[in-house]
C-alpha cells in the first residue's frame, strides 16, 4: 500500500492511496485533507467523490502523532483510536523505528492487537 499527500495550490492536501486488493488487482482511493488552521498536523479528510464532498459529517480527522525531523516516518491515527497508521518512505522499516512509533502509540491509548502490518513491495500500484 501506498499514500501519497500532496499539497494543492487552494491549501488542501490531496490524499492518494493505492494497493492491490484481495484478488491482487489494483485499488486507488483518492481524496481532499483540509488543515486545521489552528492545530498543526491535524486535517479533516473526505474520500467522497469531489461534487459531494460539501456534505455534512463525511470528513474524518487524521492527527499527525508523531513525525521525525526529516519526515522519513509518521505516526497518523484517528482521534478515537480506531484508526491507526504507520507511514515510512521506503518499503522496508528499521525494527527499532518501528517499535518506537508503536510504543507511542500505546502511549496515546491506542490499542494495537488487531495491528495490520501488510506485505511491501516497494513498487508503485499503477491502477
Not at 502523532?65 to 509518521?74: E, N
Not at 523505528?97 to 508503536?102: C, F, G, P
Request: charged fraction near 30%; include cysteine.
Amino acid at each position: 500500500m501506498t499514500a501519497e499527500y500532496t499539497l494543492d495550490d487552494d491549501g488542501t492536501v490531496k490524499v492518494d492511496n493505492r494497493c492491490l486488493d484481495e484478488d491482487g488487482e489494483p485499488a486507488q482511493a483518492v481524496g481532499q485533507g483540509i488543515p486545521d488552521e489552528e492545530r498543526a498536523g491535524r486535517l479533516e479528510v473526505t474520500f467522497l467523490p469531489e461534487g459531494l464532498r460539501w456534505i455534512p459529517f463525511t470528513k474524518a480527522d487524521y492527527w499527525v502523532l508523531k513525525i521525525d525531523s526529516d519526515y522519513r516516518y509518521a505516526l497518523v491515527g484517528t482521534p478515537d483510536h480506531e484508526y491507526l497508521w504507520l507511514l515510512g518512505r521506503e518499503p522496508v522499516m528499521d525494527a527499532g523505528v518501528r517499535e518506537e512509533y508503536l510504543a507511542e502509540a500505546r502511549s496515546q491509548g491506542y490499542e494495537l492487537g488487531g495491528w495490520i502490518e501488510p506485505a511491501q513491495s516497494g513498487r508503485r500500484v499503477d491502477v
